[in-house]
């Protein structure tokens, strides 16, 4: 009788009704109803977590601006959008090198390595809008991300941008730092970089200062 009650439940979702045709199958969904109900169930709950990662996505700023840079929703992002957090600097504390970080709208939080060279190889894999928050917050720069403004910057370090909009990141016109970093630059950052830091000889480029 429980079985006869479950085939119409069963029948409702696509996967079974496919497999309803074999006289075989729904043999099995009557001696075995709670088997069939659970892989109903189970492949309804894919297709929700399916639907919330394609929301969450339609959702993501960066995406919503048409920007294929950064356009995918890392394993923080999606989260986010659920209003997680890692730590709350009261039950959830961060470790002693590490500082606790939100989003402005406080949909996210987590712990920010303090230590420079930490900070660097982890900061680059950060949304932008938290990526501003953890810079701001252990008064570090993200030498190797894209800089949207002076904000982005702290300790004296400047953001140079390409005046075509194709690269911005933050440098230091500290003399020694600005000589061993132009090598590795382009000539066209270069430009952006010499007008940010006029002050600093010209870095071994025959066309300096054109772009």
């Not at 402005?104 to 938290?130: I, N």
């Not at 020694?176 to 970093?181: E, G, V």
């Amino acid at each position: 009788e429980l079985g006869s009650r479950l085939v119409p439940l069963l029948l409702s979702h696509t996967n079974i009704l496919a497999l309803a045709s074999s006289q075989q199958v729904l043999c099995s969904m009557a001696k075995f109803p709670i088997a069939f109900l659970l892989l109903c169930f189970s492949g309804c709950a894919a297709g929700a977590a399916a639907s919330d990662g394609a929301s969450a996505l339609e959702r993501d700023d960066e995406c919503a601006a048409g920007s294929g840079e950064e356009c995918t929703l890392s394993a923080l992002q999606l989260r986010a959008h659920a209003g997680e957090g890692e730590c709350d600097n009261t039950t959830k504390l961060c470790p002693a090198s590490s500082k606790c970080v939100s989003k402005l709208d406080d949909t996210w939080s987590q712990c920010v390595p303090t230590k420079h060279s930490e900070f660097r190889s982890a900061c680059v894999k950060y949304p932008s809008d938290f990526r501003l928050q953890a810079i701001k917050a252990v008064n570090l720069n993200c030498e190797d991300s894209r800089c949207e403004g002076p904000e982005w910057c702290v300790r004296g370090y400047r953001c140079a941008q390409q005046a075509d909009g194709g690269w911005a990141q933050c440098i230091s016109c500290n003399k020694k730092t600005f000589a061993a970093n132009c090598y590795s630059w382009k000539d066209s950052f270069k430009v952006a970089a010499q007008s940010v830091c006029p002050k600093n000889p010209k870095c071994g480029q025959s066309t300096w200062g054109v772009q």
